[in-house]
């Protein structure tokens, strides 16, 4: 019987021959540009195409993946995002990584982001702590302290409809009048990485795609934090958002987005009653 360590063990292998494609193609300009505006390159393609002949060949199950589909089989398949953060990679912007999960009954079970261009790969098991290029991290806190901050991975996206610019432009302003500091890594697995390490407090992911989150979201699962979609409900494979952090970053991200859409401006301020 295939335990998850093995599936971990076997999806970090063959990582590690894809990074050896993202290191050897960076920099690389658009080769494939689709009809909603975005763009992969040679490499985006190249990589997906070794992580899916080699996850299928050594475990049986199936691969879906943001640049050649594939089926999402919840019960268990594999979830590939070749280049998180393409453009960040074609411009040599070290804010890009490989996002590699196992869906298993609906959720995320294990989950690999390797981020080359930093030297940081994140590995987690459910139910496990998370690893930091092989080493145990200790779990997070549940608070921020002021000026912590929270990844919103993009203010503009191609897949924008549920969570337009102005939409994100507005959480945004409103996020600066909280204790959490906005910042802007171009990459939803970069941000996850960072919640995991505690580096940020919190990351809000307004992408509605597996293959952008489900990596992300079992490693901030691990390290401790709250996992949620954008109305605090339990984060599922069909979510339009996500939303991860220490408890109380968590809680002042979901007050600021709730205010945003009524309109009003109820973020925490630093000193405000609770």
Partial sequence: MTTLADYLRIAEDI???AR???ISHLGAAPALFKSN???ATEADVAIETLLRERLIAATGLPVHGEEQGGRLDPKACW???????????????PNCAILVSLIMDGQPVVAVTDVPLMDMRLTGIDGGPVYLNG????????SCDLGAQVGVGS???????GWPTNKRLHIMSQLAASSLRTRISGSVGVDYAFVAQGIYSASISFSPHLWDNSAGVLLARCAGAEVTDE???PWTLSAECAVAGTRQAHEIALRTMAASENGGNDAERPGAQR
Avoid: C, K, R
């Avoid at 070749?82 to 990679?89: K, M, R, V």
């Fill in 15 to 17: 990582v590690g021959e």
């Fill in 20 to 22: 050896e494609v993202f």
């Fill in 37 to 39: 505006g975005d763009f």
């Fill in 79 to 93: 979830v590939v995002d070749p280049i998180d953060g393409t453009s960040n990679y074609s411009s040599g912007n």
């Fill in 135 to 142: 080493m145990a991290l200790p779990p997070l806190g549940h």
């Fill in 155 to 161: 203010v503009s996206s191609p897949d924008s409809q």
């Fill in 231 to 233: 109305l605090g409900n």
